[in-house]
């Protein structure tokens, strides 16, 4: 298989379905956004971290690419005229999202109350963390914009924001089991 076709050399791309696009098209800007925030997740992966955030990353890494699909089809082409469903495009279900849910639950039963604002940082995979989940709240906002224009599965965007959220307590709970410093966010009086 070559990676290669040269139908993008003019700056058009096709979406699920065939249907062509300008490579900065917000269907396209959205799932990229998925796809870079899906390499972040690889590199916390990639860390010396409990094999349970590592399998569990990798099962998230699995829905984003799930989310990537439905993001990348044209809706026009997804369906035919009887309803039925033309392409064998995976879901996001209920059951992705309390999961996400049941580990932020988790992790927030062996972490201190938040009582301040987080400063991000403090050690380099809390740190990878944090720029996942600021990917990942561009990625949420990008699929919100698209489905203002295009309305998508509102499951997807309720994984993005979830994901969002656990990326957030992953990082809090990583500084707890790196014993780094989580930086609280304190305002200079002026």
Same mark, same amino acid.
């Given at each position: ?46 860390? =010396? ?29 997804? %369906? ?37 604002? %987080? ?61 780094? =410093?989580? %930086? ?7």
């Amino acid at each position: 298989m070559k990676i290669y076709t040269k139908t993008g050399d003019k700056g058009t791309t096709a979406l699920f379905g065939g249907t062509r696009v300008p490579k900065h098209h917000i269907r396209i800007d959205s799932y990229g956004t998925v796809d870079e925030l899906n390499s972040h997740l690889g590199l916390i992966r990639d860390q =010396n971290i409990d094999t349970h955030y590592k399998e569990l990353l990798m099962h998230i890494q699995d829905r984003l690419f799930t989310v990537g699909a439905i993001l990348a089809t044209d809706p026009e082409k997804a %369906v035919l005229k009887n309803g039925k469903e033309r392409l064998n495009i995976p879901k996001i279900s209920d059951a992705n999202i309390e999961r996400l849910e049941q580990e932020i639950d988790n992790m927030n039963t062996a972490l201190p109350p938040m009582t301040h604002f %987080v400063l991000p940082g403090g050690h380099q995979t809390v740190s990878f963390c944090h720029i996942a989940r600021c990917v990942c709240r561009r990625a949420e906002r990008l699929a919100s914009a698209l489905n203002d224009l295009e309305p998508i599965d509102p499951l997807a965007l309720t994984y993005l924001n979830r994901l969002s959220d656990y990326l957030f307590v992953l990082a809090r709970k990583l500084s707890f089991d790196l014993n780094a =410093n989580e %930086v609280k966010w304190i305002p200079e009086k002026q």
